[in-house]
């Protein structure tokens, strides 16, 4: 599991080795601390380990809190009631099981969503490295992409999936940043850390995955 999760470091190119004393350098402290988090999501007789390497920064006093927006339970209620209920401003809803136009709801899990999410050059972040690593005494890494336990890793998420989105043409929530709505396409989305909720036709769900 921990060979796994480290080879997604690999593939995502999460982070370049550099000296620790390189971050001491440029930022006048030591390396982010690491620790491994590990569950069993199987059971005793079927264990299946899922290991995560996690940052452990946090956040000290002076320093700003940083927060990423979260929708409400009212969001994921309005993607359901958008995909079984017809409006009258909006075109006539198919619920026939076979045709390719019907309404149906799409949920998304992005894996390891963070990692897909780069770091802005001017906040370096360094961290440690896990004994797994095999690396040279005196070595660290400097992150090219958000890490869990990161303080600014959920937010830097948020701004990966957002600006796509408004690319795609769709519109971001005022009251609600997680929230967002396809006019054209008749696609409504609320979107919950690493989880998408979708609503739409089988169709226009198939362009957005």
């Not at 999501?41 to 290991?51: F, Y």
């Not at 929530?173 to 008749?186: K, W």
Request: overall charge neutral; glycine content about 6%; hydrophobic content about 35%.
């Amino acid at each position: 599991a921990r060979a796994t999760e480290l080879q997604y470091f690999t593939d995502k190119e999460v982070w370049t080795l550099r000296k620790v004393s390189e971050a001491l350098r440029r930022q006048g402290k030591p390396p982010i601390t690491v620790r491994w988090v590990e569950t069993n999501k199987g059971d005793d007789a079927n264990p299946k380990i899922r290991s995560r390497l996690v940052a452990r920064e946090i956040r000290l006093k002076g320093k700003e809190a940083i927060f990423a927006p979260t929708p409400p339970l009212e969001s994921l209620r309005m993607v359901l009631s958008h995909a079984t209920t017809q409006l009258p401003d909006v075109n006539k809803k198919v619920w026939e099981p076979d045709s390719p136009d019907r309404q149906m709801i799409f949920f998304m899990d992005i894996s390891r969503a963070y990692f897909n999410a780069k770091v802005d050059e001017d906040d370096l972040v360094y961290v440690e490295l896990p004994p797994e690593i095999d690396a040279p005494p005196g070595m660290g890494a400097l992150l090219k992409r958000h890490m869990y336990g990161t303080r600014r890793a959920a937010d830097g998420w948020q701004s990966e999936y957002s600006g796509p989105l408004i690319e795609f043409g769709f519109g971001q929530g005022t009251s609600s940043a997680c929230v967002f709505t396809h006019t054209e396409r008749q696609i409504m989305v609320s979107v919950h850390g690493d989880d998408f909720s979708c609503s739409g036709s089988r169709l226009h769900l198939q362009w957005l995955e």
